[in-house]
């Protein structure tokens, strides 16, 4: 059973540019978590998806950055107009259906490091 | 909001034990979680109390105590392969109850 996938894994942009990183989240699971980690710091919750649904974006900025979880197809985080501190390693997590939130353990993908130069 | 604290680097010899305490400060509270991450690696998950007292896995042992809002990760028998960051992790009842909160993560360093 393949983990939560991301990629891609590392991605560079020019400032003004727009960044997607997808994430297909382990076989099964149907909640999806994003959470950004800067260097020497801990992760720090953006946005938890489900299918086709936000459920809570209160982590994400307010503007340039979006989230989607379609039908089908990937998990996808949006940057637009990518601006130095924006980069950091974004990860993706997700959790089985059926799990109240106290119970649910939360697997995370290997990342996406974004650079903007 | 929530906060945790966490202490910043630990330093231990192969064999040794060691403690990494995580005190927090939440609105509500539904468990604390634990997290490795070794250099340009994904968080992975190590353990989860919701009720006080030590749950044990391997080597690794977790604690918590929900009156003193603490908790520890205690490591075993350490080996080289444990050198990684390791993050104390919450969920509140802040948003939807299912976001996950770190501290900024003790970096251990395991000397041969």
């Known amino acids: 059973n393949a983990g939560v996938m991301q990629n891609p894994r590392h991605l560079v942009r020019r400032r003004g540019q727009e960044a997607r990183l997808r994430c297909s989240p382990m076989?099964?699971?149907?909640?999806v978590y994003w959470y950004r980690q800067l260097p020497e710091e801990g992760l720090k919750f953006m946005v938890y998806?489900?299918?086709?649904?936000?459920?809570?974006e209160s982590g994400m900025p307010k503007e340039r950055f979006s989230a989607e979880f379609p039908k089908e197809g990937p998990s996808i985080l949006r940057i637009q107009q990518v601006v130095r501190g924006d980069s950091a390693a974004y990860f993706c997590?997700?959790?089985?259906?059926?799990?109240?939130?106290?119970?649910?353990?939360?697997?995370f993908g290997p990342g996406t490091r974004l650079l903007v130069l | 909001g929530q906060s945790l604290e966490q202490p910043s680097e630990v330093t231990a010899v192969e064999g040794a034990i060691v403690q990494i305490n995580c005190t927090y400060q939440?609105?509500?509270?539904?468990?604390l979680s634990w997290y490795q991450q070794h250099d340009g690696g994904a968080p992975t998950f190590l353990s989860y109390?919701?009720?006080?007292g030590l749950e044990e896995t391997g080597r690794f042992s977790s604690f918590l105590s929900r009156s003193d809002s603490y908790g520890y990760l205690l490591l075993q028998e350490l080996q080289m392969k444990d050198s990684a960051s390791y993050f104390c992790a919450v969920r509140g009842f802040s948003g939807s109850a299912r976001q996950l909160t770190f501290g900024s993560g003790t970096q251990l360093t395991v000397l041969p």
């Open positions: 939440t609105s509500g509270f539904y468990g």
């Open positions: 997590a997700s959790s089985p259906p059926g799990t109240s939130g106290y119970q649910e353990t939360q697997y």
């Open positions: 998806l489900q299918k086709e649904n936000i459920i809570d």
């Open positions: 109390n919701a009720l006080d």
């Open positions: 076989k099964g699971h149907s909640h």
